[in-house]
């Protein structure tokens, strides 16, 4: 592995599930990084290589129990990869020791705590240390995560859903309100929690909608598209499950507003869009993302297709939901927050096929 | 295999695909149907077990050169399972000859031939014959269905779309041009001709749109929502393709003429819309359909949902592509044509899980 | 559903798993068997339609808790779907009070209580009924179901593996002690029971064996072998778990006594033993079983070939581990049991692809 | 991309298929390493990223003529990808053009050219460019490699194989010709040419063996152990289909020859044997390898067992079939040609789950 000296230590805070492993994977190649603490609740004692067994060879780590004060003392930055309402009891503890935090969760993603309450539930009165959170999605808000103490790292649907709605709600090119986001996500979205209807005998070779008109990523997502568009939008979204592990793809339809509009106005508008996010990548005419393509990268593919019949615009993104979609995202953050490059440490290739 | 006398003798042109199995496999668990020729041009001579050894102990067939006039001597009923453009330069002189058709391609589900050409191309001098042809949507077309000669079987994907959307547009209940359906196909749907997209290194773990704004079901979708809206409806239609061998779900979304509409409501009409249709399932409030409750059978199950947030109504319907929306509902179609029940030896029972 | 005058009233225990959802299944198909009851611990008081919405149509049935007395006034014949270890505390008492049982589990699967005990654990005192028990695999103990009144049937692998090795054991055609198994199972024979290592997330693309040297199937296995050997005989026995749903596949390799048999003459052999098994297919040379003609059906396929470099020979069965394996079989010996056809009511047909 | 200064031009021939383009994946992330030359006959004068649009934001090259002048007069080292029998018309031209050459067919994998032909069929006059081939297995040759110019990869099956057996036969503690190898791979072994048994529909949700007796790795498998024993063995070798896109696991069956050695003594002698092996895994006792753990990486994960009720040894080894299985190791070996550390830009962690 090499020196560590002069690398950043990091603390990672709920090391067991799909989220920390992620987090561990992509921080043990990361050049500046050195993974100081890992914390755990229930696997707190154990050695990292008794859960992952295949990691042993390079993650000689022991997970220890969750000490806010020891994680400070070790740790120049701290993830936080815990099921939602946990998060806000250790924030501002961290953040007042001098830790720069990256939580993982939806705890620090809405501006108006009233929103999180009406979806998440909780009583929480960190109001002051939420209101200085910034919504981890580079793409749209690079500049304050870069001066950042507190970032709340965005939903897996939610990054999928707005890297491709951004540019159309930025530009005023759609109708708001006809804005639908079909999501369909592989399985370990659901997390490594042993559940009866995520069990292969169930979930594979079948396909199905969940959470239809309820789901908690709609408040998240519709809160930057109503940034976007300067008003308050209400965007339809529903998840589905597909019988893979890894990968999302967003299917978002949109009613343009100027039935003149091409493809190719589209994909160049996407272009400049983009052109300083190094991890996203618009395809050309025709080419539709693969999951397949994104899976093990932090990359974000979008594909665009303008409808002449009926005008509207639909647009497909693929990411992979633990990379993009969560842990590599945070890392990406990170990145920003420390002044390096975006880049940096995170995967550009797919293993395909 | 038992006794054959006094069952009706059909013939099953295209033998070797994913759609004549399936008929085959039906049809021999079918009580008063015997197969009494089953053609096939490339595979002409051999015994059906050389193609499929798992079928073997139980159809006793040798494949034949496609000769309509042995045809029509020894089948009362023939089924075509051919690949588009063919069924037209056979079944008018099936039909001639007395026989039924059941056409499971495209070439006989337009009522506009018009139509026919812009989207699959071909010369064709059959306006006669195609103006007697009935689309074999049993839900919708029950009694023209009874009394045709000639049944254009519908495709996977407008079965699916369609029994999601036939209430709303017949009652009237939605915006028609808000219309989008957003469906999901196992690639069985894609044939049992090797190509490389649908290799399982390639399609497995992944998932992606096509055909976007362009598959040729769009017509054929447009074609009875107008029917049923009684004026011209444009729906948009995006297929995705799932890694899973068999099903389709269809998401359906539509804008409600009346907001004070709740899914109860829905759930109430869609009962009664299908209250005759033994092969369409309502499910009840928030439970979503699986595909694979439907794998394996006849059936379409259909579950609704209203956003009261967004004023819309969101339906999912699932069936199996091989079946409801291929070979179980041409034999659907038959069993009304013969006046028998209409759910004479179809399977019932998904085998779960 | 028809009518059920002069039916057979059987009654299933433990009808939330996989083994009591199948054995609903295909009971609801049998032409001379009617449920009447249903009887499941956690689940008592649920209609069996809200734990599987799919089936609702068909099976109208409520979940009952389990009453001996009333189970034995209501039913002739019981299927016990339980965990291991329950059996002996409810056969007894069914017997005793004139019900014929089958016991899905292990508990009646052994002649020699000891090795039970010694596999499995448990202090149990049920030897006179246990001796009572047939091995339920009526391809080898046909007569001896025939007039059973307690059938211990065989567990998934035991099924796949013995069917493979009982021709060359009894004809004593190999080594006996050079018989190993190589069995691959889909995650469904882990049961719906949520557990880590069998969510999609985890087991899907990817590969493993489990309970090498010491998996509970094994002296299952050696019993059975041993009895046909007329000698004590130890098997090699190796599971894999498969990313898929369903279907075991055993590959079984021994060497040959007399290096001269050629793989046409194993056909021959295996054909003629199992002449009057309409449940096993012996597939012509160079022809492999797949897991996929089995699934859905009570067959078991079977695939012979000798090396003649090596002088062994190497046998492939298939089976739907649910189905043959499992409810299937089960009613197999009922059909045998009750004097009817050995096939009645159990399906023929998979429905590939 | 980063500055190409310094480091070694390299080529690749076939750059199409699933070696190829493993091939160039690794490569883009080798530090010492620049791809010079893309052949290729079908897709000469196509962009990379027409075949891999996923690809093209770090891939961009176009894909040339197989010109061997050209190829060696741009290239220090080349790569052969392409189907067997096609290598040794190019590689003797190369090697005097003072190339050096990585084949990743069959065509240099034998020291006796008669057992390739009895294998492979094709005649063949290049006896002497053969005789300096090494076989490109490290972990057994690696001095022999370092000092190579021309290397024949090993197949993925005798990858897998190989790693599993090579400790047992070089300390003489097995019988050698008890030895069965019973393999299970993923389907892109099978290549990316469109197959009709390699489609999802069809290998999904299957499982079944091929080539039993005959398959071409069985004499790859056996000059090695051969050569490991001192004397000429026979091993038995059945391959099959897993439903996933990578990985092989071997499970490996041997008597021993000491039955008093248990499962610890052999843990110790597989970490002795591969202690200068990088990228060999021994796991601890009653931990298995999972395929998934080794997927994108060069890894081979390796699990002991031993029966003492039968006395043998269970190995079980996983790769991932088109990384340690084929480019990965390719690359490894030009690690050691090259004088570089073994591990030097190929992937150690895998991007589970």
Redesign the interface.
């Given at each position: 592995m090499g020196d560590t000296q002069g690398r950043v230590p990091v603390g990672i805070i709920g090391a067991s599930g799909?989220g920390g492993?992620?987090l561990v994977?992509l921080l043990?190649?990361h050049p500046q990084i050195e993974i100081a603490y890992l914390g755990g609740d229930s696997s707190a004692g154990k050695s990292f290589s008794d859960l992952?067994?295949?990691?042993?060879?390079?993650v000689n780590l022991t997970i220890e129990p969750i000490d806010l004060d020891a994680i400070a003392s070790r740790c120049q930055v701290v993830f936080l990869s815990l099921p939602n309402g946990l998060a806000y009891n250790m924030a501002p503890k961290l953040l007042e020791k001098g830790c720069k935090v990256l939580d993982l969760s939806a705890d620090y993603r809405f501006s108006n705590l009233e929103t999180y309450k009406a979806w998440y539930g909780g009583d929480r009165n960190d109001r002051d240390v939420a209101d200085t959170a910034v919504y981890g999605l580079p793409e749209l808000y690079r500049d304050r995560i870069a001066t950042a103490n507190l970032v709340g790292c965005p939903g897996c649907y939610p990054t999928a859903s707005l890297l491709a709605l951004s540019p159309l709600l930025k530009q005023g090119l759609i109708v708001p309100?006809?804005a639908?986001v079909?999501a369909?996500s592989?399985?370990?979205g659901?997390g490594?929690?042993?559940?009866?209807h995520?069990?292969?005998?169930?979930?594979?070779?079948?396909?199905?909608?969940?959470g239809?008109?309820r789901h908690r990523h709609t408040p998240e997502i519709e809160q930057v598209c109503s940034d976007l568009a300067g008003h308050e939008v209400?965007v339809?979204f529903?998840p589905?499950l597909?019988?893979?592990?890894?990968?999302i793809?967003a299917?978002v339809?949109a009613n343009l507003r100027d039935p003149g509009l091409v493809r190719e106005d589209l994909i160049t508008i996407y272009t400049a869009f983009y052109r300083t996010s190094p991890w996203v990548?618009i395809?050309?005419g025709s080419?539709?993302?693969?999951?397949?393509?994104?899976?093990?990268t932090n990359?974000c593919?979008i594909?665009i297709?303008?409808?002449p019949?009926?005008d509207?615009v639909?647009v497909?993104s693929?990411i992979d939901n633990?990379v993009k979609g969560q842990a590599g995202q945070a890392i990406q953050c990170l990145n920003l927050m420390m002044g390096w490059e975006e880049t940096l440490g995170l995967?550009?290739?797919?293993?395909?096929?």
């Open positions: 799909y492993v992620q994977r043990m190649d992952y067994p295949h990691l042993g060879h390079r309100e006809t639908i079909d369909k592989g399985t370990s659901g490594r929690a042993a559940k009866t995520l069990l292969l005998a169930e979930a594979d070779n079948s396909f199905a909608a969940y239809v008109a209400m339809q529903t589905h597909v019988p893979m592990v890894r990968g793809l299917t339809y990548r395809l050309p080419t539709y993302p693969q999951t397949k393509w994104a899976c093990g990359l593919y594909g297709e303008v409808d019949r009926t509207r639909i497909m693929a633990l995967p550009q290739l797919s293993f395909y096929p």
